[in-house]
């Protein structure tokens, strides 16, 4: 009895050791493809959700993996934090392991988000012009011409999805004598282009968080390669 008890833990933790060791392995893959595909200069962090995991790897689906890359710069513009979720990934357990920079790995939906930081708000805002986070909302301050004169001036911004980008527009702008302007978005109004975001996700709706501006996504149908 005790040897079969003995015997029992034995496959129990190889069990553990080759799940976590395929976890490893299809993690690894998913990572490369990614940095290949978004020339990344460090593989992102993925993490496969559910356990055991080889169950999901014999089925050749993975049900949610999470994919944080970090840093990157799409378009000339610099994200500072980039997040994502993969559902239903398929990938066949058989190519992974006997071809797996040919198999047809894809997701059926993705989710995610990127946070433009307000380094790069600033970067994007019109000469002069200086962004800062208030709360759940954005204001600006600098100069702005009123009557032919450069005068100082502070304004709280309206926040739009548009084609290709998102853009800023001035709801209310108080010159320094505490003086509002009458339509505002005359004085203020700027655009940055926000494309090509990574695995084809459109835009689905931002908003200002701590760190500068969060844009979330989604996508369906997503292939994981070039």
């Given amino acids: 009895m005790r040897k079969l008890v003995g015997f029992l833990i034995v ?12 976890v490893v392995g299809v993690q690894r893959e998913i990572a490369t493809r990614a940095m290949a595909k978004y020339d990344l200069d460090t593989p992102p962090e993925v993490t496969i959700a559910g356990i055991p995991f080889l169950t999901q790897a014999i089925a050749g689906r993975y049900d949610e993996v999470k994919v944080a890359a970090g840093k990157m710069t799409l378009a000339g513009v610099t994200l500072s934090r980039v997040d994502f979720t993969l559902y239903g990934v398929t990938a066949p357990l058989e190519d992974l392991v ?23 708000l600033n970067q994007k805002a019109p000469q002069g012009i200086k962004v800062a986070v208030d709360g759940d909302g954005l204001n600006v301050s600098g100069e702005i011409t009123f009557l032919g004169q450069k005068v100082p001036a502070k ?46 996700l459109k835009v689905t709706g931002v908003k200002v968080v701590p760190e500068g501006l969060q844009i979330a996504g989604e996508a369906a149908d997503v292939p994981l390669h070039d």
């Avoid at 496959?11 to 395929?22: H, P, S, W, Y």
């Avoid at 059926?108 to 433009?116: M, T």
């Avoid at 001035?170 to 282009?193: C, D, M, N, W």
């Fill in 11 to 22: 496959l129990l933790v190889l069990g553990v050791i080759l799940d976590r060791v395929a």
């Fill in 155 to 200: 304004a709280t911004m309206k926040i739009e999805m548009v084609e290709g980008g998102v853009q800023f527009v001035a709801q209310k702008v108080t010159l320094g004598e505490g003086v509002s302007v009458p339509q505002p978005e005359r004085f203020i109004t700027y655009k940055i282009p926000i494309k090509d975001l990574p695995f084809d």
């Fill in 98 to 120: 006997l071809h797996a920079d040919q198999v047809d790995m894809r997701a059926e939906r993705v989710a995610g988000v990127v946070v433009v930081p307000v380094t790069t």
